[in-house]
């Protein structure tokens, strides 16, 4: 079964870093794509950054492109979300998806989903 499990998400002030991370386990794709995803409360889910286990590509939304940093560790299947800067805009659910195959920011491409991790920004 697969599966995945967010952490590190919390209360933090504005201008403030965390760190998410998301391991994944249960799985034996050749090539796989994780994914940061986010929802706030009335707002749509943003796809936040992903990356490729194969070739390390990565992708990063408009609004978070130089204040997020994507990366994994393929030998313990963990994606993390280095999140700097943060600001109460960031303030949502986090979650991180996995399919098997090449990179996409397209949700819907995304067969497996962890359970989310909160992440709360304060002016």
């Known amino acids: 079964e697969v599966q995945l499990v967010e952490s590190g998400g919390g209360l933090v002030q504005a201008g403030g870093s965390l760190r998410l991370s998301c391991a994944a386990s249960?799985?034996?794709?050749?090539?796989?794509?994780i994914g940061w995803f986010r929802q706030a409360p009335g707002k749509e889910r943003e796809g936040v950054s992903s990356?490729?286990?194969?070739?390390?590509?990565?992708y990063y939304a408009c609004s978070v492109k130089g204040q997020f940093t994507i990366s994994s560790d393929n030998a313990k299947n963990t994606v993390y979300l280095q999140m700097n800067s943060l600001k109460p805009e960031d303030t949502a659910g986090y979650y991180c998806a996995l399919r098997d195959g090449s990179l996409t920011r397209n949700a819907l491409e995304y067969h497996y989903w962890g359970q989310g991790t909160q992440v709360t920004v304060s002016s």
């Open positions: 990356i490729s286990s194969s070739d390390g590509n990565t």
């Open positions: 249960g799985f034996t794709f050749d090539g796989y794509a």
